[in-house]
């Protein structure tokens, strides 16, 4: 890694440098959390979380290769009874190695100058990021976000992994509360920002969808001061917005009133959807292979940003209908007897209701197995009721509830059709051990909640049946 050296992490972390001098000029392979991880030469940082104490495995990761590792404690501390480093290799004490990981990610950015599209918002941040990395793929070297790295940890990752051949990075950027924008978008410093939409999430830390507003365009605090920014024109907060550091926002959706906007839309159910994206004068007729009218807005930020970046109409449509969600966002998984949506990663109303949607589009048995949304703050019983009601308004044939405040979707439901076809089970291992009792075989299955709900194990479930 470029001028990434023990010498250098050393002075970046204001940390105390123990071991061998020979090796404090040898710029380190990789950087690291995961023992598991770690490459000959890598720098292992030991952060002790609240499921896992990475001091226990620095000494394993010296016998794996690594030339550096990071730690709050002292060497003789971490090593146990030993009190000399091996031969060869430096061991930096630092006063945090959450702060150490930022430090080290905000130098490692400037010094690789690669251009990087920061990308945040209430949902479909992770769709949006692959939809983009598609699409840009298709004519420069393209990093990209992996998994569910967004956070401070995940995000200085995500830097680390930045290599001289690459051209542009995606980097997906999430947040629970004020400040951590801010704190990303300077480790970060995108140029160029898109924001997906403002949503009801995180409202136990930021309030409502105003204070939702507020922190997600924290991102703007430390981005370029010639940098672009892209935002849904159909979210009524982002609308607002009129100029960021002197400049106009680009804004992408589905009313003609936005700078890159849909016509002509063909919804096809499983098979996605077709429709003409509309920038300028540039007409480019686009197949967007996933379903759902969300799907739609998600490339037309990935249009949006590529016509931006100069490419052309082939390259553009080539890589949406190349595009694939990653799993637990939105993926369609057919089998045997179901065809199994797989939204099982996160969920809130904006997500929850889209997902709905879609659903409400198959032709067969449609069934929504639905649990608890978490931080929702103050209304969240008022949410779930209503989510529970729009299903029932949306034509969901079986409305299968898990959890404690997915007692509230049953409410919903019932008050919407006091006849409709609605189960409940008091928490996910309930309804794993009734699933293969009340789903019906042919049936189209959405599978969603907040990720603490474990309802990939749902899936997998489903999947074996």
């Known amino acids: ?41 890598g720098l292992f940082v030991a952060i002790k979380g609240a499921h896992a104490d990475g001091n226990k495995y ?27 480093l091996p031969s060869g290799v430096a061991f930096i004490q630092v006063e945090s190695c959450y702060q150490a ?25 992770t769709s949006t990021k692959e939809m983009v990395a598609s ?30 051949e690459h051209e542009l990075a995606v980097v997906e950027m999430g947040i629970s509360e004020f400040g951590e924008m801010a704190r990303l978008s300077q480790i970060v410093k995108p140029d160029i920002c898109i924001i997906t939409n403002i949503g009801q ?25 010639d940098g672009t920014v892209y935002l849904n024109g159909d979210d009524d907060k982002l609308a607002q917005i009129t100029e960021v550091n002197g400049r106009k926002p680009v804004f992408f959706g589905t009313g003609n009133g936005c700078d890159v906007y849909a016509e ?20 480019i007729s686009l197949h967007v292979p996933v379903p759902g009218m969300h799907m739609v807005v998600n490339a037309l930020a990935a249009v949006a940003v590529a016509t931006g970046l100069g490419m052309g109409d082939e390259e553009i449509a080539a890589g949406i209908s190349n595009f694939t969600p990653v799993g637990g966002h939105s993926s369609i998984k057919k089998t045997d007897k179901f065809i199994i949506m797989d939204d ?35 209304n969240e019983k008022i949410m779930h009721f209503d989510i529970g009601a729009y299903a029932v308004q949306k034509g969901i044939d079986c409305i299968i509830c898990a959890g404690t405040l997915a007692r509230q979707y049953v409410a919903g439901a019932l008050a919407k059709d006091e006849n409709h076809n609605v189960l409940y089970y008091e928490d996910t291992e309930q309804l794993l051990k009734m699933l293969g009792s009340i789903v019906k075989e042919g049936s189209q299955i959405l599978v969603k909640a907040s990720h603490a709900m474990g309802f ?3 899936v997998k479930s489903l999947e074996d049946m």
């Open 58 to 84: 620095i000494m394993q990761t010296y016998n794996n290769g690594a030339l550096c590792c990071i730690s709050e404690v002292a060497p003789q501390e971490a090593l146990g009874s030993t009190d000399v």
């Open 101 to 125: 990981l930022k430090d080290i990610a905000g130098f490692y950015r400037i010094i690789c100058g690669t251009k990087i599209i920061g990308i945040t918002g209430s949902v479909g941040k």
């Open 201 to 225: 999430c995180h409202l136990e830390n930021l309030g409502d969808r105003d204070g939702v507003l507020k922190a997600k365009t924290e991102i703007f605090t430390s981005m370029a001061k």
């Open 264 to 283: 002509n839309i063909l919804q096809k159910g499983l098979e996605g959807t077709y429709f003409d994206a509309v920038a300028g004068d540039k007409r």
């Open 456 to 458: 990939e194990r749902v």
């Open 1 to 41: 890694m470029k001028q990434i050296t023990p010498a250098r992490v050393a002075m970046l972390c204001n940390g105390i440098y123990y071991g061998d001098k020979s090796v404090k000029d040898t710029e380190v392979s990789s950087i690291t959390t995961d023992s598991r991880n770690i490459t000959s030469g």
């Open 135 to 164: 699409v840009l793929s298709r004519r420069f070297n393209t990093l990209k976000t992996q998994g569910n790295f967004n956070n401070e940890v995940g995000v200085p990752l995500t830097l680390f992994r930045l290599r001289e």
């Open 344 to 378: 099982c990663y996160n969920a809130n109303p904006v997500s929850m209701k889209a997902a709905i949607d879609v659903l409400s589009c198959a032709e067969t048995y449609k069934i929504a197995i639905i649990g608890d949304m978490f931080e929702l703050g103050a």
